[in-house]
């Protein structure tokens, strides 16, 4: 009998033993913090209190993905979001006038804010990153990899009858009115005359506007949109990940590949004088981490990281065939390809 409450003892001891670890196991998990997290930087952001994001990312992402960086460290994030252009021009007359608002900035033409704006900083996770994805100075990286391509509505464009080069458009003048392209694509149009010459590039890109007469609308988000309703049937060059998005929201939409893909990065930076220096620090290791890139795979975008599985997994496979033409344009240069964009694709 005194042998079994032995054995009772120990079995009753192991297993408060087994629950302790149990617990002190789950208490870990829970105190965990993920990968991207410092928390000396951590702490120093607690007491700055806030983060101020200057971003294009519409609010459907912007605003959850920043939702966990909101909990785990416990600052407010204040979002705001506006155009490219609005966000530029609002950052030089703010250094203008002496004020100093925002503390991070994730556009895609982060590379266009003049260099001494931005803070000479690598977040940790940059060595993550392709080597594409990061300024050479360490003013910027890249959370996202933006591939341009064609696009077109599958119930008005049968698979098989899709143009194999950009050339091809030019001979379709039954498609006229019905391809459309967002009115300050630029970067598509630096991709061409980067890849054909700009004399040939040129030519060729008059010979497809005489042909389709592209109809050029605000914003990439509705060109995607209105091939994917059928309002046109190709979009003629557009962000694979917006296609990618209409898709996956149903819309019988869908994008192909032709030489050049136009290639930039939705970047992020730091302010030289943010305001809240360690929040800053921690949100630009956090736009780069694995969880914040895996994150945004759910909307299409496609990641600069390795590790990351992107979203469908084969679509790098669809660029192994043509020519990636990484465009990066200074504001000097982006003005004269603006004006040269606009002299090409304006409506007559």
Request: hydrophobic share 45%.
């Amino acid at each position: 009998m005194a042998r079994y409450r032995e054995l009772g003892w120990t079995l009753r001891a192991c297993a408060t033993a087994f629950a302790l670890l149990a617990t002190a196991a789950f208490a870990r998990a829970q105190d965990a913090k993920p990968s991207w997290f410092d928390q000396s930087l951590a702490d120093a952001a607690k007491k700055e209190g806030a983060l101020v994001v200057y971003s294009t990312t519409n609010e459907e992402e912007g605003l959850p993905l920043w939702k966990p960086f909101e909990d785990t460290v416990g600052v407010k994030v204040n979002y705001v979001r506006a155009s490219d252009s609005q966000l530029l021009a609002r950052v030089l007359i703010e250094n203008r006038a002496g004020q100093h608002s925002w503390d991070v900035m994730q556009t895609a033409n982060v590379n266009k804010i003049p260099p001494e704006f931005l803070l000479k900083y690598a977040p940790p996770d940059a060595s993550k990153l392709i080597p594409e994805a990061m300024d050479k100075d360490q003013r910027w990286f890249g959370v996202y990899a933006n591939y341009n391509s064609p696009a077109y509505n599958s119930k008005f464009v049968k698979r098989d009858d899709l143009p194999k080069t950009y050339a091809d458009f030019a001979t379709h003048k039954e498609w006229a009115g019905r391809v459309a392209l967002d009115g300050t694509d630029d970067s598509f149009m630096t991709a061409m005359l980067l890849f054909y010459g700009e004399e040939k590039g040129a030519k060729l890109l008059k010979d497809i506007v005489a042909a389709v007469q592209p109809v050029t609308i605000n914003g990439h988000l509705a060109v995607a949109r209105a091939v994917g309703s059928g309002e046109y049937w190709f979009a003629l060059n557009n962000y694979v990940n917006l296609t990618l998005n209409a898709k996956f929201g149903g819309a019988p939409t869908d994008f192909f590949v032709m030489d050049p893909v136009p290639l930039f990065f939705g970047q992020v930076g730091v302010a030289a004088l943010a305001p809240h220096p360690a929040a800053a620090k921690l949100a630009a290791n956090y736009s780069i981490s694995r969880e914040a890139q895996a994150f945004l795979t759910k909307f299409g975008r496609i990641p600069t990281r390795g590790d990351v599985t992107p979203n469908p997994p084969d679509i790098f496979d669809a660029f192994k065939s043509v020519k990636t033409q990484t465009v990066l344009l200074s504001t000097e240069e982006d003005r004269k390809r603006i004006k040269q964009f606009n002299d090409i694709f304006a409506p007559r």
